[in-house]
Antibody
Framework: EVQLVESGGGLVQPGGSLRLSCAASGFTFSDYNMNWVRQAPGKGLEWVSF?????????YYADSVKGRFTISRDNAKNSLYLQMNSLRAEDTAVYYC?????????????WGQGTLVTVSS | DIQMTQSPSSLSASVGDRVTITCRAS??????LSWYQQKPGKAPKVLIY???SLQSGVPPRFSGSGSGTDFTLAISSLQPEDFATYYCQQSSRTPPTFGQGTELEIK
């Protein structure tokens, strides 16, 4: 069974850092492009970042997180990461890792269950 | 960025009704359009991709149509488990963007 499991969320103060992880199983992880998508409380879905299956260029970020967030992956560990620095209150959201359908960048075919990040003092 | 506009924002319907939700893109996206269903406290679920392809395991009462800038999600006969929020998403250009959502409520 294809599965994505996020972890690493929690409460962090403004200006702080957090590293999210997404553990993948049930498929050949390196064959798939991956994304992070977030959802603020009571709001809609917002794409955050993209990385190719091999982890090389291109890598993309939403303007709202560019320069503060870094996406990476370790294919040997079947894991996707999101390093979040200089966190702001508006980064408070559930963060989902999302697999791109084979051969596509952003056409999601599998979602994780999400991990909640709360930025507050 | 490509803007995705869904209508209506909310919709009340009864079990057995046929409903349609529309999604309009601010520029042509070909058939690079997906539909997702989300229930409270849960991750989104893929319903439709490529504008009209049904995701494996999704009941055939769900269907998608359209191309270019105008798209439609139809549910032929509403079931109790279909009451949820629905999102469209374009995957044609970077950044990928979502509609604001349509909340489908029980009448």
């Amino acid at each position: 069974e294809v599965q994505l499991v996020e972890s690493g969320g929690g409460l962090v103060q403004p200006g702080g850092s957090l590293r999210l992880s997404c553990a993948a199983s049930g498929f050949t992880f390196s064959d798939y492009n991956m994304n992070w998508v977030r959802q603020a409380p009571g709001k809609g879905l917002e794409w955050v970042s993209f990385i190719t299956g091999g982890g090389s260029s291109p890598i993309y970020y939403a303007d709202s997180v560019k320069g503060r967030f870094t996406i990476s992956r370790d294919n040997a560990k079947n894991s996707l990461y999101l390093q979040m620095n200089s966190l702001r209150a508006e980064d408070t959201a559930v963060y989902y890792c999302a697999r791109g359908r084979s051969g596509t960048f952003y056409q999601v075919d599998t979602w994780g269950q999400g991990t909640l990040v709360t930025v507050s003092s | 960025d490509i803007q995705m506009t869904q209508s209506p924002s909310s919709l009340s319907a009864s079990v057995g009704d046929r409903v349609t939700i529309t999604c309009r893109a601010s520029q042509s996206i070909g058939s690079s359009l997906s539909w997702y269903q989300q229930k409270p406290g849960k991750a989104p679920k893929v319903l439709i991709y490529g504008a009209s392809s049904l995701q494996s395991g999704v009941p055939p009462r769900f269907s998608g149509s359209g191309s270019g800038t105008d798209f439609t999600l139809a549910i032929s006969s509403l079931q109790p488990e279909d009451f949820a929020t629905y999102y469209c998403q374009q995957s044609s250009r970077t950044p990928p963007t979502f509609g604001q959502g349509t909340e489908l409520e029980i009448k």
